[in-house]
């Protein structure tokens, strides 16, 4: 039974954990995610470590999500095709595997760049697979769809309490003992989600049966997210965000140590401000008692993302980045799990894999494209004036998509009046024929 608008807003925040499978892949994911991030961390003070350059720490940020961006359309075939579940595991495995190796390299002495580089290529590959198969999987673990918002903030909380959990872990071990023993760490907290996703129980789904090969069903996806207003709209913001904004990340250990005459424990303040700020929108969003206007909050979070970018860029303080950095946490935050409900509410459920592949290019496979432009721009004319450019277009592209609103509003309204789902945002007017 849903649970009444009239209770607390902290029992609203977490009613998808109603779900036992729900609360399998929260904890199991939780904990392997803390591993993830210190593996980032680890990844790039090692890469800055090694070369001292601004440029090598785009190229690894390119390759560590580039073949996200390729192969995400062909693993959403796979995972509207295919058991999604099987491929979660699957992918899970092969990501621990690829930590094993990192740390083996590390303790042996035999870490080159160019080993980072094509190990973290192998976990973009995995990625491309695990991503649409776990977007997807969402609806599958939360019965009813209007739980499905709250399961996506409490997904995102979940990523950010990470980010802000493992980038403060992360920079003690690598200024006590070394990176390796972060991408150990990473490996065994990868136990935490395989376990619990071995643990599910979940109802047979039967897989889409079609005559079509893979590039008809890519194209019949694609023909299906960019002939709607509403999709195409959000993962061109997304994207745009993604492609200018996000590399910030890679930046990051240029700002700690040449900006903010920091080492690694600097920048895992930095990162955990981030962190911090994420978490905060993420607990803002689950708590709320439903969606509506929920799409007005796509362009606001993304035109606060910038802003925080563009103070952040101007600062030589350790205190007015670390605020700056949380501010811009909230913003891209909010930007992501909105965007998210938004297309998950309405696609069709056998295209849900093919709309969130294109969800992963645009917030994923953008960003290694961002992380090659904004690597090379560093070395050109600085970070700070790179990331300066980089806020401002972050909000200009804001600006531009709040004016299809007006557009956007009435589609929705008949998406959703279409398949039956309450209104998750208040009606528009018709438009006129």
Not at 216 to 244: C, D
């Amino acid at each position: 039974m849903a649970l009444s608008t009239e209770q607390r807003p902290w029992r609203l925040m977490f009613r998808a954990f109603r779900y036992r499978n729900y609360r399998l892949f929260f904890g199991g994911q939780g904990i392997s995610l803390i591993g993830t991030w210190m593996q980032r961390i680890a990844i790039g003070w090692l890469v800055y470590r090694l070369t001292q350059s601004p440029a090598m720490l785009g190229l690894a940020g390119f390759f560590s999500q580039f073949p996200t961006f390729v192969l995400a359309p062909f693993a959403g075939v796979m995972a509207d095709k295919f058991d999604r579940h099987k491929i979660m595991v699957i992918a899970q495995v092969l990501a621990m595997l690829q930590a094993v190796v990192l740390a083996a390299l590390i303790f042996t002495n035999t870490i080159t760049v160019w080993w980072v580089v094509a190990l973290t290529a192998v976990l973009a590959l995995v990625n491309a697979f695990d991503i649409p198969a776990r977007q997807s999987f969402i609806v599958e673990m939360v019965e009813d769809k209007k739980d499905l918002g709250n399961a996506i903030a409490l997904n995102s909380a979940m990523f950010n309490s990470a980010r802000l959990i493992g980038p403060s872990i992360a920079g003690v071990i690598i200024a006590a003992v070394g990176e390796g023993l972060c991408f150990t760490l990473n490996a065994v907290s990868s136990l935490a989600v395989i376990a619990a996703l071995l643990a599910m129980k979940l109802a047979p789904r039967s897989a889409a049966r079609s005559q079509q090969n893979v590039f008809q069903e890519l194209k019949m996806g694609f023909n299906y997210a960019f002939g709607s207003v509403p999709i195409r709209s959000t993962l061109i913001l997304l994207a745009i965000v993604s492609l200018v904004g996000m590399p910030y990340t890679i930046l990051m250990p240029v700002m700690a140590q040449d900006i903010l005459h920091g080492g690694a424990k600097t920048l895992g303040l930095l990162m955990a401000a981030v962190g911090v700020g994420a978490l905060a929108g993420a607990g803002f969003l689950a708590s709320r008692k439903d969606a509506r206007g929920l799409e007005k909050m796509i362009p606001m979070s993304a035109a606060v993302f910038g802003a925080g970018v563009i103070v952040f860029s101007l600062s030589t303080s350790i205190f007015l980045s670390m605020a700056m950095l949380a501010i811009t946490g909230f913003g891209m935050m909010a930007s992501m799990a909105t965007s998210n409900t938004v297309l998950q509410t309405v696609v069709d459920d056998d295209k849900r894999g093919r709309v969130m592949s294109f969800f992963a290019m645009a917030f994923m496979g953008m960003a290694p494209l961002g992380s090659l432009l904004g690597g090379w721009s560093a070395d050109m004319i600085g970070a700070p004036k790179t990331l300066l450019v980089s806020g401002v277009i972050c909000i200009a592209a804001s600006f531009l998509f709040a004016r299809e609103l007006m557009l956007i509003g009435p589609i929705l309204a008949s998406i959703k009046r279409r398949l039956g789902i309450p209104p998750m945002v208040p009606r528009y007017p018709t438009p006129p024929e």
